[in-house]
């Protein structure tokens, strides 16, 4: 049962859209509550990862860069390598998934991280999860595209007037 607190959390988290990913500690939080349920991702076109997918990788990404304008950033995430075999009976619940998450938690420096899932559809991309409801006996989750952006658009010249910030600035 949960308690009061984490119940909460998740209805405001279920119930909303977010401009953020997911954290790591979010999703093991709605597994944990819909241990039954059978997780789906949809991907930003509209397609779905298949149902019969495997959660074969729990990684840990740390990226140290610097910008066009000089500025050293870091950015860290969890990320998730689904695979999908031809055991089309094969359904992963949300228990076993959050299992899975928990084996790397000798890698993962914490819960705070935001979650990527890496899917090989032609190419290996990685989509943030963007938001999660419930329906029926699934646990829907929305994946997201990244996108590339100029992080020191003042030091480009991105941010002047007439400068078109859809296109590359640097």
């Known amino acids: 049962m949960l308690n009061r607190r984490v119940f ?16 790591l500690h979010e999703l093991k939080s709605l597994l ?46 969890c990320v998730l390598q689904t695979y999908v075999a031809e055991d089309f009976d094969h359904r992963l619940q949300a228990k076993r998934f959050a299992d899975i998450l928990d084996l790397g938690r000798s890698i993962l420096p914490g819960d705070d991280l935001e979650v990527e899932m890496e899917w090989d559809c032609c190419v290996i991309s990685q989509y943030p999860i963007d938001s999660a409801r419930v329906v029926d006996d699934r646990l829907e989750f929305q994946l997201v595209a990244r996108h590339t952006d100029c992080l020191a658009k003042q030091s480009c010249g991105c941010e002047s007037e007439g400068v078109n910030t859809s296109a590359v600035c640097c």
């Open 8 to 23: 909460s959390a998740l209805t405001t988290f279920l119930n909303r859209h977010i401009d953020r990913a997911m954290k």
């Open 32 to 77: 944990r509550a819909h241990p039954t349920a059978f997780p789906q991702f949809n991907l930003p076109g509209g397609e779905q990862i298949p149902a019969h997918f495997h959660l074969t990788e729990v990684g840990y990404v740390s990226k140290k860069f610097v910008d066009c304008g000089g500025t050293f950033r870091d950015r860290e995430t």
